[in-house]
Nanobody, 120 residues
Framework: QVQLVESGGGLVQAGGSLRLSCVAH????????MGWYRQAPRKQRELVAT???????NYADSVKGRFTISRDNARNTVYLQMNSLKPEDTAVYYC??????????????WGKGTLVTVSS
């Protein structure tokens, strides 16, 4: 069974920082692209940042210059360093990974989400 487990969410004041982590567990052959998405109350889920297997990155315009995505391939882990947080960054943040596993190649998996709350 493959699971993505996120950690690092919490409550922070505007201007503060948080670091999210997501580890992929299970019978995994390789981890392809990984990414972070978020869903604020009464809004659709949106892309925050992605990172390819070759560490090419892509960011939503709203987080460019403030958030940094990185990965540790040896640990099947993706990180999201969030600086200069704003109240509008408040959301549940979800980890996504495209994995090759014993069951299927190239399948997308999602974590259960971690809540980030930024107070003004």
């Amino acid at each position: 069974q493959v699971q993505l487990v996120e950690s690092g969410g919490g409550l922070v004041q505007a201007g503060g920082s948080l670091r999210l982590s997501c580890v992929a567990h299970g019978s995994i052959f390789s981890v392809n692209a990984m990414g972070w998405y978020r869903q604020a109350p009464r809004k659709q889920r949106e892309l925050v940042a992605t990172i390819s297997s070759g560490s090419n990155t892509n960011y939503a315009d709203s987080v460019k210059g403030r958030f940094t995505i990185s990965r540790d391939n040896a640990r099947n882990t993706v990180y999201l360093q969030m600086n200069s947080l704003k109240p509008e960054d408040t959301a549940v943040y979800y980890c996504n990974a495209n994995l090759d596993t014993v069951i299927q190649n190239g399948k997308d998996y999602w974590g259960k989400g971690t809540l980030v709350t930024v107070s003004s």
